[in-house]
C-alpha cells in the first residue's frame, strides 16, 4: 500500500524548497529509509512523524549535511547539499536555521551571544550591529529583551527554545528546521510556541520542515504532514491522512488525542 502512495505528494514545479529522491538511509545492517522520495513545497509547513526508529531526526540531519546518506540525492533551493563546498556550502547555510532539542545553546554565552554565533561565522558586520540584530531576533522570538544578557542556566525551558529560535533566525533564513520545538511543554506554553510559529512564518514568508510528535502542533501550524512508516513517506492534509488503512497510522491519528486534534484543526479552519 505505502509503495502506492508514496509517489503521490511529488511536486514537478518550481515551488520546491527541498526536493528528495530514492534516499538510503543505512547504519550496518540497520536500514532506516529505503527509496525515499520527498518535497517539500516553498513557503510552507511541513510536519514530520513516525514512530520510534524512524529516523525523523535523522532525515533533517540529513538534510542539513551532518548525515550522510547510503544513496540518493537531497538538494535545497535546487543546490546538491552533498555536492556543495566551500562558498557554495556557506551560502547554502545561510539560507537556513536549525532549532534542535531544547535549544542546543551554548552554556557559556549570554543569549545575545549565541544568536550572534552565526552571524561572526557567516557576515562581516561589525560587532555592535551584531549586537542590535542579536536584540531584534530576541524580540522577534517573543522573548523579553533582559533576556539577551542571561545564560542559558537562567532560562524556563520554554525560553530557551525560544532563544534557540531567536539563533535559527539569526541569518534571516528562507528556511528553518524544528526539532521537536514545544517537546517538555506544558500545554499553555507549547501553544503559544505553535502561534509564535505560524506567525513568523507567515510574516517572512519561511519554509519550516518541523519533525514533532505534538499533534496539537501538527493541526495548529502545519500545511501538510509527512508520516514516516515501512521507510518510505507518505505526505498528505491530516484529514487525507486519517483516511488512509495503515495501522500505524490509524493508531496515531484515531486515538482520542488524534480526534481532538482534528477539530483544533477544523475550528482554525472556520476562524480564518
Not at 549535511?65 to 556543495?84: D, H, K, Q, S, W
Request: glycine share 10%; net charge negative; hydrophobic share 45%.
Amino acid at each position: 500500500m505505502v509503495d502506492d502512495l508514496k509517489g503521490a505528494h511529488a511536486s514537478d514545479g518550481n515551488d520546491v524548497a527541498i526536493r528528495i529522491r530514492g534516499l538510503r538511509t543505512q547504519f550496518g545492517r540497520q536500514v532506516i529509509h529505503d527509496g525515499l522520495d520527498l518535497d517539500v513545497r516553498r513557503g510552507e509547513v511541513l510536519g514530520v512523524v513516525g514512530g520510534s526508529g524512524t529516523g525523523k531526526s535523522v532525515l533533517l540531519k540529513e538534510i542539513i549535511g551532518l548525515v550522510r546518506p547510503a544513496a540518493g540525492t537531497i538538494e535545497v533551493f535546487g543546490e546538491n547539499v552533498a555536492a556543495t563546498a566551500g562558498e557554495g556550502q556557506n551560502g547554502l547555510q545561510r539560507r537556513w536555521g536549525v532549532l534542535f532539542q531544547d535549544g542546543a545553546l551554548f552554556s557559556s554565552m549570554t543569549v545575545a551571544e549565541n544568536i550572534a554565533v552565526p552571524l561572526h561565522e557567516h557576515s562581516d558586520l561589525p560587532p555592535a550591529l551584531i549586537a542590535e540584530i542579536a536584540r531584534i531576533k530576541v524580540a522577534m522570538a517573543g522573548l523579553p529583551l533582559s533576556a539577551a544578557d542571561k545564560y542559558p542556566s537562567e532560562l524556563s525551558g520554554g525560553m530557551r527554545k525560544r532563544a534557540g529560535l531567536a539563533r535559527a533566525l539569526a541569518l534571516d533564513p528562507d528556511l528553518i528546521f524544528l526539532d521537536e520545538p514545544t517537546a517538555g511543554l506544558d500545554p499553555i506554553g507549547a501553544a503559544a510556541f505553535d502561534d509564535l510559529i505560524r506567525n513568523l512564518q507567515r510574516s517572512l514568508d519561511l519554509t519550516v520542515f518541523m519533525v514533532t510528535h505534538d499533534l496539537d502542533s501538527l493541526a495548529a501550524v502545519c500545511d501538510r504532514i509527512a508520516v514516516l512508516v515501512d521507510r518510505h513517506i507518505i505526505v498528505d492534509t491530516m484529514e487525507n491522512l486519517m483516511k488512509l488503512d495503515h495501522p500505524w497510522i490509524r493508531d496515531y491519528f484515531h486515538g482520542p488525542r488524534g480526534r481532538a486534534a482534528l477539530k483544533t484543526s477544523e475550528r482554525i479552519e472556520a476562524a480564518g
